[in-house]
C-alpha cells in the first residue's frame, strides 16, 4: 500500500531568545510564576528581519538535507500558520520561492496550535492520492507580532518559531510498514470566543492581538486531547502501550502531563520543548519532532503520536510509525 512517511525534519528558532526574567522587566509577572503554572523558561522571538515565511523556508532547508532531497523535487508545499507574512499571497508561496522551487502546489491552512496537525492530514491525502509525491509540510508562527504585551495572561505563554517535515509517499508495507497509520481531527466553533484574534480583514481591517480565557483553555485541552488520541490509536489498531513517543503541541506543561496520564502513559514517553520555546502554535508539533529526532530520541520503526488543540476549538492526533 502506498503510505506518506516522514524522511526529514527540521527546525528554526529566532535569533533573539528571552528568559521569564528578561519578560519580568516590563512585563508584571515572575519567572516563579510562569515556570510553576505553565513549565516555560524561554520564547525565541522574531527580530525585524524574521518573519514566518523566512523561518520555514530556514526548517524547510533543515528537512530537506535531513531527507536527501532537493528542493526541486518537492511537489506540494502546506505551511500551517496563523500570523502569515501577508494576509495574502499564501506565506506557502514566499517559502517556495525561498527555496527556488518553479513550480508546485503551495497553500496555507489556518487552523491555529492544530495547524500542523491538519496540514499533515491534508498533505497525507494528497500523496496517497496521487495528486503529490513529495510534500514539505511546515508549521511556522510569529505569535509575538500578535500578542498584546500589556496582557500578562498571555503575552507570557507565546513565541515564535519553525518546524517542518518532509512526507513522501512511499510503498509500506501494510502491517509493519513506515508512515502515517491513522489520523483524525475535530473542530467546535462553539468555542471560538475561548481563544481568538481581535482583529481581522474582513472585520476590523486590522490584525488584531490574541485573546484567551485561558483557564477554561485548559479544561477542554485534557480532556479533547487525550480523546482524540484514544480516536487516533484505534483507527491504527494500536493500544497505548505500542506508543514509543508522543510529540504534542507545548502548550503548558501541566497539559501534557495531565494527558499523558489519562491515557495511562508515563510522562517519560512525552517529549517536551514548552520550557525551552513557549507555546509556538502550529509550529509546536514539528519544533517539538525535529528536536527529538536530532537528539536521538524518536528513531525510525517506533511509534509516535502526534497531537495539538487550539483556537475554534480545533483538535486532532496522528498516529505515525516513523
Ligand atoms: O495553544 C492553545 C491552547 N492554549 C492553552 O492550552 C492554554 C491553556 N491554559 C493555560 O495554560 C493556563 O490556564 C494559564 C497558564 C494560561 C493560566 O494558568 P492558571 O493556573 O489557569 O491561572 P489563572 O488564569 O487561573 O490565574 C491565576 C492567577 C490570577 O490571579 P488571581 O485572580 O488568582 O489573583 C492571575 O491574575 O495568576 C494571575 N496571573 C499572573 N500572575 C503573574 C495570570 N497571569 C500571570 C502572570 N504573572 N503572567
Redesign the pocket.
Known amino acids: 500500500m502506498i503510505r506518506s512517511v516522514i524522511t526529514g525534519t527540521g527546525s528554526a528558532l529566532p535569533v533573539r531568545r528571552v528568559s521569564n526574567a528578561e519578560l519580568a522587566v516590563t ?4 519567572d516563579d ?2 515556570v510553576e ?2 513549565g516555560i523558561r524561554f520564547r525565541h522571538i522574531a527580530g525585524p528581519g524574521e518573519t514566518t515565511a523566512s523561518l520555514a523556508a530556514d526548517a524547510c532547508r533543515a528537512a530537506l538535507s535531513a531527507a536527501g532531497v532537493p528542493a526541486q523535487d518537492i511537489d506540494l508545499i502546506v505551511l500551517a500558520t496563523a500570523t502569515p507574512d501577508q494576509t495574502f499571497p499564501a506565506s506557502a508561496t514566499k517559502v517556495q520561492t525561498m527555496l527556488g522551487i518553479d513550480d508546485c502546489v503551495a497553500f496555507d491552512v489556518a487552523a ?2 492544530s495547524g500542523f496537525l491538519y496540514a499533515l492530514q491534508v498533505a497525507d491525502s494528497m500523496l496517497r492520492s496521487g495528486a503529490a509525491k513529495r510534500a514539505l509540510v511546515i508549521g511556522a508562527e510569529t505569535f509575538s507580532r500578535i500578542l498584546d504585551w500589556e496582557d ?2 498571555t503575552c ?2 507565546f513565541g515564535d518559531g519553525a518546524g517542518a517535515i518532509v512526507l513522501e509517499a512511499r510503498e509500506s508495507d501494510e502491517r509493519e510498514g513506515r508512515g502515517i497509520l491513522a489520523a483524525k481531527l475535530h473542530a467546535d466553533g462553539r468555542h471560538n470566543a475561548l ?1 481568538y484574534v481581535d482583529g481581522g480583514p474582513s472585520t476590523t481591517g486590522t490584525v488584531g492581538k490574541l485573546r ?1 480565557k ?2 477554561e ?2 479544561r477542554h ?1 485534557v480532556n479533547n486531547l487525550a480523546s482524540v488520541m484514544g480516536e487516533a490509536l484505534a483507527i491504527a489498531g494500536l493500544t497505548a502501550e505500542a506508543v514509543d513517543w508522543v510529540v504534542p ?1 507545548q ?2 506543561a ?2 501534557l502531563d495531565a494527558t499523558a496520564r489519562k491515557l495511562g502513559l508515563p510522562a517519560a514517553k512525552v517529549v517536551v520543548t514548552v520550557d525551552r520555546h513557549a ?1 509556538t ?1 502550529a509550529a509546536s508539533v514539528p519544533l517539538a519532532l525535529d528536536v527529538a529526532v536530532r537528539d536521538g530520541r524518536v528513531r525510525k520503526g517506533q511509534i509516535i503520536v502526534l497531537e495539538a ?3 475554534g476549538f480545533t483538535w486532532g492526533a496522528a498516529v505515525v510509525r516513523f
Open positions: 512585563v508584571d509577572t515572575t510564576w510562569i503554572r505553565t491555529v496550535c500578562r495572561t507570557v505563554l481563544l484567551m485561558g483557564r483553555v485548559f485541552a503541541h502548550a503548558n501541566r497539559i507555546n502554535s488543540m487550539g483556537g
